[in-house]
């Protein structure tokens, strides 16, 4: 499935799995028990990454994940991913979008609305952004939506990143230069144009420790907009994480797919 570089596409080919590739002649009686809902952000990435970064990472993976599923015999559409994530923290980054928490519930709320009507009660949303959290959300839509069973992923949370990385990071850092110079290698500029990316820490000790917790003002921690050195990225380290993440999220797309949400505990 995977051509030259471009990862996750079959290119003149119409995925029936992949809404916006599809027909509704197509998908209009066919059987579907699982939507999946990729969900990035707009956002700088250090000097040498492209704003929609986490947007093409997380379509790239979504897309070879569900085409897997899909042979295995998922049941699941992918819906158009949400390119704009909750960035409060880098709102003086220029051009850097920021959705509110609340204007994403909305937006999650409205979709799960009109899957509910169409009988489609299973929800995967794959994130592919440290900003986005929707667990709490989730919560709430519960009693909105009893049917539904919605879930949500961070897919570079899937695997240890230190199995396949030198440099721990978490923004424009070795894991996502790696990545993208295995999913989009024309939208990296070379590595010599990067920033450093280090980071401050916090003065306070608990907020380092990560069991205290606050938004962290990215430029005032970063002055390239990256956290974490690229400097040792490569196509190589890319694809193997790429390829484990996939399988990873192919199992996860595949057990909900086939779970029954009345019985899901053992
Ligand atoms: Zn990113």
Redesign the pocket.
Known sequence: MNRGGNPGSRSGIMNPYILAETTWKTIKDAAIELAILPWG?T?A?NLH?PFG??NI?TEKIVKAAAGKAYERGAKIIVLPAIPFGVNTGQLDIRINININPSTQFSILKDIADVLNRHRIHKLLIAN???GNDFRQMIRELGPVFPEMFISTCNWYQSVIQSDFFENPGD??DEM?TSLMLFVAPELVLPLGEAGKGSAKKFRIKGLNEKWAWSERKWSSVTRDTGIGDPSKANREKGEKFFNEVVLKLCDLITDLSNADIHNMYE
């Open positions: 952000a956002e990435h990454l970064t986490d990472e592919g952004h440290g923004h424009a996502e």
